[in-house]
């Protein structure tokens, strides 16, 4: 082919060897540079860049993420200073929870009976199962505890969602890791903006049905809080997990003033042409004034589980070496 500007060098067919690292596999996408293996390439320097740009950044996750064995991943990226702040579905701390305090999730077959499940007392998600006894004695009975504990100790405090968060995970265990203590202890915000669609949400109205005006909560004010780090920081990412109300709370943050994200990574499966936002591609936000039209703008088109812990190694890999 004759040589032309429209394109940007040779496919390089990828080299593999044994002992390779995470890093040199990557590395090894990106010279190929096609498909998702070169998206997933270029969503690692999108990511590197963001950290080496000093920017604040948010990490939303969405979907069964801790009970699909993601925890520990998002813990080192905690511990690392390599997020910011959290903005989650309150079911995946429900899980991080119950794991602090000794519950289990199993692996099990998508294709499993899901009638004689319900006669055992096992919920399934996908191919992961858990024991109704885990919920109820590891993470209900725990919580209504926190809950009164919570709640004595801020009579007349109106909390908000991130604040109550943090509340509880003060009071947690230590071990086993838990994506809630490591924010505690790391300073990281976390924000669940859907809290009560999950069964925080439930446990809280079993908890103020027999305590009436004890455990109060005002589900708006966290929107002062990330106004204001909308406000205070110079530069801000977003890392998409998935889709949903965390990215819709991250991307909301930014409509109200001429203060944009700089860049901007998803990883979804989701599809853009139902209108939804968790298949709306990031440019889309753009015609909001919520991205920058000059800023990083990502869009891997993979599994969460299958693709983030390559990126989160390959990221740790190349700034450890730095």
Not at 122 to 140: H, T
Not at 254 to 274: C, G, H, S, W
Request: net charge negative.
């Amino acid at each position: 082919m004759e040589e032309h500007t429209f394109h940007k060098g040779k496919v390089k067919p990828m080299k593999i060897w044994p002992g390779m690292t995470t890093n040199e596999l990557v590395n090894e996408m990106s010279k190929s540079g096609s498909f998702m293996s070169g998206m997933l390439a270029k969503t690692v320097d999108a990511y590197e860049e963001m950290v080496k740009s000093n920017s604040y950044i948010f990490l939303t996750l969405s979907g069964a993420l801790v009970p699909a064995g993601m925890n520990k991943v998002i813990i080192e990226l905690i511990e690392r200073g390599l997020v910011n702040s959290i903005v989650t579905t309150g079911a995946n701390l429900v899980h991080d929870m119950m794991l602090a305090y000794g519950g289990n999730f199993y692996k099990g077959d998508a294709n499993m009976r899901d009638d004689d499940l319900l006669e055992k007392k096992i919920d399934r998600i996908y191919d992961v199962l858990v024991s109704e006894d885990d919920f109820q004695s590891k993470f209900d009975e725990p919580l209504l505890e926190l809950y009164d504990d919570i709640a004595n100790n801020n009579e007349g405090r109106i909390l908000s969602i991130s604040e109550l968060i943090n509340e509880i995970a003060k009071r947690i265990p230590e071990e086993p890791e838990s994506i809630l203590k490591a924010c505690y202890k790391n300073n990281i915000k976390l924000f669940v903006p859907t809290i009560h669609d999950s069964v925080f949400g439930l446990q809280a109205a079993i908890y103020n049905r027999k305590n009436p005006g004890k455990l109060n909560v005002d589900v708006f004010k966290d929107l002062q809080d990330i106004w204001d780090i909308r406000v205070k920081e110079e530069k801000s990412g977003a890392i998409i997990l998935g889709g949903g109300v965390p990215k819709n709370f991250v991307f909301q943050s930014f409509y109200f003033a001429n203060k944009m994200l700089d860049n901007v990574i998803q990883i979804t499966l989701d599809r853009p042409e139902t209108g939804g936002l968790s298949g709306a591609p990031p440019e889309e936000a753009v015609s909001w004034g919520k991205i920058k039209p000059d800023g990083n703008k990502i869009v891997l088109v993979s599994e969460v589980t299958l693709a983030f812990p390559l990126i989160a190694a390959a990221l740790i890999e190349r700034l450890d070496k730095k």
